[in-house]
């Protein structure tokens, strides 16, 4: 794993980030400090505090993994929707924040499919397609989309979803000259019901970066239920750091950790401790997967 570039996701390890700005710009700085990390995983906070935070990103030295999709505070997406106004707002609101990843000299970008549109799911597909070639024409040829599939029928109710037909839509983008691959968490593999083995196994030729973390499935009363980013060894959690150590194995096995490879950890702080504290935990679990 020596050519993996390791990184966090700002907003799971700094939760209150999501729904508070000045939070978010603070915290923003303390991720970007850390020397135990290559890359962040993270957002712009929009409107006049992107501009400090920007130059928090460009300052770190890090290399930027940005993150698009909804905002705190902002109507969220639908863009599947068959609806041409709603289709225009997504497209907008998506062009903005490539725009910021840009300005950080991002060159992966992660996205998700948006909501599920039951009703007519090949409609829903097609017009995803439209948006993300209509978008892939507006980035740079070194500039990466990562698509992140989650669950359809758990908590987010999204499109993609099940990992073969996102698979199979990757690979038809593909075909259209679309510079497009595959994010992979480990928080969502149980919840489109894969394993560990079976998501890799299915999602091998189309990686392009990996998420570290931790979800819970098996009590749909706990506040932390579905797509929740706890962190390893969590009661009630599907996985323990044994769990971390085997999935990178497995990753290492595949060929995955080529040159430029990116794998970040995407989880909650643990219960007591601090940001920080928690992070350097997680990093333990990497590095013992190392040796």
């Excluded at 050519?3 to 966090?8: D, F, K, Q």
């Excluded at 990843?101 to 992966?108: G, H, I, P």
């Excluded at 740079?140 to 698979?167: C, N, Q, W």
């Amino acid at each position: 794993m020596k050519n993996a570039i390791l990184g966090v996701n700002h907003q799971f390890l700094f939760p209150r980030a999501i729904e508070d700005a000045p939070t978010h710009t603070k915290t923003l700085c303390e991720a970007a400090a850390y020397d135990n990390i290559q890359a962040l995983d993270c957002w712009l906070w929009r409107g006049q505090r992107a501009e400090e935070e920007k130059r928090i990103l460009l300052d770190s030295g890090k290399v930027i993994n940005y993150n698009i999709g909804d905002r705190f505070g902002e109507t969220p997406l639908f863009p599947v929707s068959p609806d041409a106004a709603e289709q225009t707002r997504a497209y907008d609101t998506l062009m903005r924040e490539i725009e910021y990843a840009l300005a950080v000299n991002s060159k992966k970008i992660v996205f998700a499919s948006g909501p599920d549109y039951p009703q007519d799911r090949s409609g829903a597909f097609q017009r995803l397609g439209e948006l993300v070639l209509k978008i892939s024409k507006q980035l740079p040829s070194d500039v990466m989309l990562a698509l992140e599939p989650t669950d359809r029928d758990i908590d987010k109710y999204f499109l993609l979803g099940p990992l073969s037909e996102t698979v199979s839509f990757v690979e038809t983008l593909k075909e259209q000259g679309v510079n497009i691959g595959i994010l992979l968490d480990m928080c969502h593999i149980p919840i489109v019901h894969e394993t560990l083995d079976s998501a890799l196994e299915k999602a091998k030729e189309q990686l392009v970066h990996i998420h570290l973390g931790n979800c819970l499935i098996s009590n749909p009363n706990s506040p932390f239920y579905g797509d929740k980013h706890i962190p390893w060894d969590y009661p009630e959690g599907e996985y323990s750091s044994e769990h971390g150590t085997y999935f990178l194995k497995q990753l290492e096995k595949i060929g995955y950790f080529k040159p430029g490879a990116t794998v970040s950890f995407e989880m909650r702080p643990i219960e007591g401790l601090t940001a920080k504290e928690s992070l350097d935990r997680f990093v333990e679990v990497f590095q013992k997967a190392s040796i």
